[in-house]
């Protein structure tokens, strides 16, 4: 098993363009989520899916939109990305509701200039 | 309201000797508190979990943490540290329904050969 995989791993944007980041799992999980992390901070969740074909707003959703259109696929897009928006972001996967069975991938870096 | 206090934001120490992580929260119910680890580019590792089951709770690589209600704490401990315990630590608190986890700020513990 690969466990929770993310593409890519870094990426740099300029200020107004648009990306995909990709989670994707092998371990037939109904839950997904979305982090960021930043410097001084903990992680904070950005969006989340309880199963295909479902999304739910985290903590800070804003400038971010999530697709589950595949059940082992869950998807990050930024449509105009901002430089506060440099992050790394993790995904992470579950199979229940409880956070210590939760699965991270390992992280995708984001500069925006 | 729910937060966590990460009292250090960097702890060094000599391998073979002790390790004391400390976080302090604050939460309106009885919470769920974790600890998890990050090793650099990689995902968060889940050290340990309490619930209410036992005020001291063992984890992986030899961690331990003990809940202390009074104090409102739950530092993180290891009677010997190994080079590869070098990493980042979170504490983290979650209410019961998981509809609201906080991550700490991370403490970065850095082991001395």
């Known amino acids: 098993n690969a466990g929770v995989t993310q593409t890519p791993k870094f990426r740099v944007l300029k200020t107004g363009q648009s990306m995909t980041l990709l989670c994707a799992q092998d371990?037939?999980?109904?839950?997904m989520y979305w982090y960021r992390q930043d410097p001084g901070m903990g992680l904070r969740l950005i969006h989340y899916?309880?199963?295909?074909?479902?999304?739910a707003k985290g903590e800070v959703p804003d400038g971010y939109n999530v697709s589950r259109l595949k059940k082992q696929n869950f998807l990050l897009g930024l449509e105009s990305a901002a430089p506060s928006q440099t992050s790394v972001y993790f995904c992470?996967?579950?199979?229940?509701?409880?956070?210590?069975?939760?699965?991270f991938g390992p992280g995708t870096r984001l500069l925006v200039l | 309201a729910q937060s966590v206090t990460q009292l250090d934001s960097h702890v060094s120490v000599s391998e073979g000797t002790p390790v004391l992580l400390r976080c302090n929260y604050s939460?309106?119910?009885?919470?769920?508190l974790f600890w998890y680890v990050q090793h650099p580019n990689k995902g968060l590792q889940l050290l340990l979990k309490?619930?209410?089951?036992?005020?001291l709770v063992k984890g992986i690589n030899g961690f331990e943490a003990e809940f202390k209600k009074s104090e409102t704490s739950f530092h993180l401990t290891k009677p010997s540290a190994h080079m590869s315990d070098a990493a980042e630590y979170f504490c983290?608190?979650?209410?019961?329904?998981?509809?609201?986890?906080?991550f700490g700020i991370g403490t970065k513990l850095q082991v001395i050969p």
């Open positions: 992470a996967s579950a199979r229940d509701q409880g956070l210590e069975t939760q699965y």
């Open positions: 371990m037939n999980h109904e839950y």
């Open positions: 899916s309880v199963g295909e074909g479902t999304t």
């Open positions: 939460s309106s119910y009885s919470p769920s």
């Open positions: 309490y619930t209410s089951a036992a005020t």
């Open positions: 983290v608190v979650s209410d019961w329904g998981y509809q609201k986890v906080t």
